[in-house]
């Protein structure tokens, strides 16, 4: 069974910068994408940004002048840089990867997700 191994994230001061990683360990699932989500107590898991196989990115509107997603596709791996980071981006990080074509804002579309990294920025 294809699972997703994350690593990455800690505690951060305010303005400073982390990189997350996600790898698809025992590969036998083929992603058409794979996208990070972040969640905070309370509330639903939040789209942050995908990158397809051809390397397609789309990161919210939220982040997307601070954070930047890529992949090494002979490491299996997608990345989630993070600059300038503010007490709002507090939260664990989740990475999914899905197949076909449905949306992939929509975490209910994801159908293996890595274990969560918790990410605190501290002021």
């Known amino acids: 069974q294809a699972q997703l191994a994350q690593s990455g994230g800690g505690r951060v001061q305010a303005g400073g910068s982390l990189k997350l990683s996600c790898t698809i360990v025992r590969r036998t699932f083929d992603p058409t994408a794979m996208g990070w989500f972040r969640q905070v107590p309370g509330k639903e898991r939040e789209f942050v940004g995908r990158?397809?196989?051809?390397?397609?990115?789309y990161v919210a509107d939220s982040v997307r002048s601070r954070f930047t997603i890529t992949r090494d596709n002979a490491k299996n791996t997608m990345y989630l840089e993070m600059t300038d980071l503010g007490r709002e981006d507090t939260a664990i990080y989740y990475c999914?990867?899905?197949?076909?074509?449905?949306?992939?804002?929509?975490?209910?579309?994801?159908?293996?997700w890595g274990q969560g990294t918790q990410v605190t920025v501290s002021s």
């Open positions: 999914g990867a899905k197949r076909g074509i449905s949306s992939s804002e929509n975490p209910d579309n994801y159908e293996i």
């Open positions: 990158i397809t196989t051809s390397g397609h990115t």
